[in-house]
């Protein structure tokens, strides 16, 4: 916890869905609920732009976190989530990532350890349990025999498949 008390946050790869993540903290740290720290991003153009919306510090290497945080949202691509997780994990730091957690289920399995071993958290992105549309139908769908889920959006192939990232 910082020198005020509340739990300090950072949101790590603010492209597309880490820039929801960087506008919830700020969203929390407006309402004084946490202390955000700063958004990351290997491109300094996109940290420093999301890091000036938010009134927060901006960092291309999330290596400068590290010792600064109590709990971050890893939003990068997912060949470095294991990296990353494990790194603030065993730091102690609570971590939430986006999914697919990880490249294999080695990689989630040393996720998961090094989270178990330091007593901090791990929680995966499923945030569509928590959308307020889902909340509404919990009660009223209670015996579910299937569902089917359609995306109305384009698949957002460049993000998407991405399998490299200079973080």
């Known amino acids: 916890m910082g020198e005020n008390g509340k739990l300090r946050v950072?949101?790590?790869?603010?492209?597309?869905?880490?820039?929801?993540?960087?506008?919830?903290?700020?969203?929390?740290?407006?309402?004084?609920?946490?202390?955000?720290?700063?958004?990351?991003?290997?491109?300094?153009?996109?940290?420093?732009?999301?890091?000036?919306?938010?009134?927060?510090?901006?960092?291309t290497?999330?290596?400068?976190?590290?010792g600064k945080v109590d709990a971050v949202s890893i939003a990068t691509p997912t060949e470095t989530h294991c990296e990353i997780?494990?790194?603030?994990?065993?730091?102690?730091?609570?971590?939430?990532?986006?999914?697919?957690?990880?490249?294999t289920l080695d990689e989630a399995d040393k996720m998961i350890a090094a989270a178990e071993r330091s007593g901090?958290?791990?929680?995966?992105?499923?945030?569509?349990?928590y959308n307020p549309a889902m909340v509404a139908l919990r009660p009223h769908v209670t015996r579910p025999l299937y569902f089917e889920i359609h995306r109305v959006s384009p698949f957002p192939i460049a993000r998407s498949m991405s399998m490299s990232c200079p973080m």
């Not at 603030?88 to 490249?103: D, R, T």
């Open 61 to 66: 290497d999330w290596h400068d976190l590290l």
């Open 120 to 129: 901090a958290t791990l929680m995966v992105g499923q945030l569509e349990r």
């Open 85 to 103: 997780a494990c790194a603030f994990l065993e730091s102690g730091v609570n971590v939430l990532v986006e999914k697919p957690i990880a490249l």
């Open 10 to 59: 950072a949101a790590i790869g603010v492209g597309s869905p880490g820039r929801h993540h960087a506008r919830n903290y700020a969203e929390l740290a407006a309402e004084g609920r946490v202390e955000m720290i700063g958004v990351c991003d290997p491109s300094a153009e996109t940290a420093a732009q999301i890091g000036s919306s938010h009134g927060c510090d901006h960092f």
